[in-house]
């Protein structure tokens, strides 16, 4: 029986072959990109949950946090700092239990209440969250490093959006309504701390484009060209 092609699209830009496809999408996007809007989109098409801030929530639940300890974006890596350090004060939570993604809970939680949080600490919630959204499938998961974190399954689309500083910037200050110059100062911020958070998290000195499945330049292609193309591939994963 031969397999319909990952571009056979049907008129509506869905793909139309028998597949399972994949269970999960992971979007990792640029500033500017259209990332947020696209995973939108593919969610959607997909009838799959969209993922952000939620794995932000999930860590705090693996971690048995008040959930009011998690905030907005812009405080994420303050509050996981503080997070974490609130259950070094909590020697009670250290004990034999294990997350239901294998990762042992003592391995995330402090032995002593002299602990300091650390970055190996921050990776360990985030990922074990992301393994649990993964594990419940039907999911397309935004930012958060997660197409490493997923890298060895079988049934993950990774994909990249990005495109040019010159349309990213036009983007950003239009959409913050900005100057020109502003905006280019925000895009150079935003590249240089996903490239500290890969070197932090996950020990990637540069990132490539065969870190993904599918990379998409969105200077051209609208935010719903993209997301036929990606939902296209995961109907396609075989």
């Known amino acids: 029986m031969t397999k319909t ?15 399972m496809g994949a269970q999960v999408v992971c979007i990792s996007r640029t500033d500017g990109a259209l990332g947020e809007e696209i995973g939108n989109l593919v969610a959607e098409r997909l009838s799959f949950r969209y993922v952000d801030e939620q794995v932000i929530e999930r860590a705090a639940r693996l971690a ?9 974006v812009e405080q994420r890596q303050r509050l996981l700092r503080g997070l974490i350090d609130k259950l070094a004060a909590a020697r009670d939570l250290v004990g034999p239990a294990t997350l239901s993604v294998g990762l042992p809970l003592a391995a995330a939680l402090p032995e002593r209440q002299s602990y300091r949080a650390k970055p190996e600490d921050l990776r360990l919630l985030i990922q074990a969250a992301i393994h649990e959204i993964a594990r419940d499938g ?16 079988n049934d993950v689309v990774r994909v990249l959006v990005t495109a040019s500083v010159e349309t990213r910037a036009f983007r950003v200050g239009a959409a913050r309504g900005v100057a020109a110059e502003t905006a ?3 895009i150079a911020e ?5 490239q500290d958070y890969l070197r932090r998290f996950h020990e990637i000195a540069q990132e490539l484009p065969t870190h993904y499945d599918l990379v998409i330049n969105t200077d051209v292609l609208t935010a719903e060209q993209a997301a036929d193309v990606i939902a296209c591939a995961a109907r396609a994963r075989p």
């Open 5 to 19: 092609p990952v571009y056979a699209v049907a008129a509506d830009g869905l793909y139309t072959g028998d597949t």
């Open 64 to 72: 048995q946090v008040d959930p009011k300890l998690v905030a907005a």
């Open 138 to 153: 039907g999911a397309v998961i935004v930012a958060h490093a997660a197409s490493m974190t997923l890298a060895t399954r």
């Open 184 to 186: 280019n100062v925000a």
């Open 190 to 194: 935003g590249d240089r701390n996903r």
